[in-house]
């Protein structure tokens, strides 16, 4: 009887406050955050979502890709972590915008919003939890430096800093002198670039690859609109052209799009006509993920091996 007593005094003793630290955020605002957080809620599939995993820190919930057939998938997640949300516990917490009733309902004790995501004001989430924004077109390096701050990860970051540079030294032994490399996609008749593209610009430049000039045009964390007649000013040595497998499309469906701006676009690029017109998947090269970026390394490798497209 005196245990049962004693058991429900404890019961009712209020829990006890949950410890906290000082955060600041991309928006360099000043967010009291826990110092471990246990009920993060992602509003951002790729670009929160699978850094947070990486990191050893599983979300409560998260936005996703809410496809025409009614599934939901973490956008790249699957191919970089291995999670989503039919094998995990992690709640869908709606698409474009997020459904912050669904949010509430998790009970999170904190919330990372990206800037993507304006649908929701970023003083609606903030009153459900202490939340945290995210500057989208972070590059990777700074984008992982971001998150292991947010969640003490430090030595984690450390370990995966180290196996992705002791890729790219293996990607530096196949930059030649003078060999340059391009990137774009096309859609709706127009072309596409950034500087850099993901992690193809990020990683080209990083092993020392030499970049078409009108690259240099864009500026920095930028991507521009080009025109059909500003096509061969991409030709390089190697051209990278990617594809969103997450819409179920496939390098046929680049080709369809770079036929539509210039249907006799292999014969205006000599990389083409070498059979250096490389497709990749879209999800590794745009999420910040150490993993997704030792992905696009390697695949970057193994095409630059072949003795049968070497650069002559």
């Known amino acids: 009887m005196r245990t049962a007593v004693l058991l429900s005094a404890l019961l009712a003793l209020p829990a006890q406050a949950q410890e906290t630290r000082v955060f600041t955020d991309h928006l360099d605002r000043q967010v009291t955050v826990p110092a471990n957080p246990t009920r993060i809620v992602s509003l951002g599939s790729k670009n929160v979502t699978v850094p947070l995993i990486e990191l050893g820190a599983v979300p409560v919930g998260s936005q996703g890709t809410q496809r025409t057939d009614g599934s939901r998938v973490i956008r790249a997640s699957g191919v970089t972590t291995g999670v989503d949300f039919d094998n995990s516990e992690i709640a ?46 972070t590059a990777l390096h700074e984008a992982q430096e971001f998150y292991a701050r947010l969640l003490g990860r430090g030595d984690l970051l450390a370990a995966n800093r180290a196996r992705y540079d002791a890729q790219l030294a293996q990607l530096k032994g196949l ?138």
Do not use: K
Not at 102 to 131: H, K, M, S, Y
Not at 295 to 303: G, K, W
């Open 92 to 137: 869908f917490v709606g698409d474009f915008p997020v459904d912050l009733e669904l949010v509430a309902a998790l009970e999170p004790d904190l919330i990372i919003w990206p800037d993507w995501q304006d649908g929701v004001a970023l003083e609606q989430v903030e009153a459900i939890a202490p939340t945290v924004a995210y500057v989208t077109d």
């Open 175 to 312: 930059a030649a002198d003078g060999t340059t490399v391009s990137y774009l996609q096309a859609f709706d008749g127009t072309i596409y670039s950034c500087n850099p593209y993901g992690h193809i610009g990020l990683v080209l430049g990083e092993a020392g690859f030499d970049f078409p000039p009108i690259i240099d045009t864009i500026a920095p964390g930028d991507c521009d609109g080009f025109s059909a007649e500003s096509l061969q000013d991409f030709d390089a040595d190697w051209i990278f052209v990617t594809y969103r497998t997450d819409r179920g499309q496939t390098p046929a469906d680049a080709v369809a799009a770079l036929e539509e701006v210039l249907p006799s676009y292999c014969t205006a690029l000599t990389a083409c006509q070498a059979g250096r017109l490389v497709f990749m998947p879209r999800e590794e090269v745009t999420t910040p993920s150490y993993d997704a970026a030792m992905a696009v390394m390697f695949a970057l490798a193994t095409h630059m091996s072949d003795p049968a497209r070497q650069v002559d």
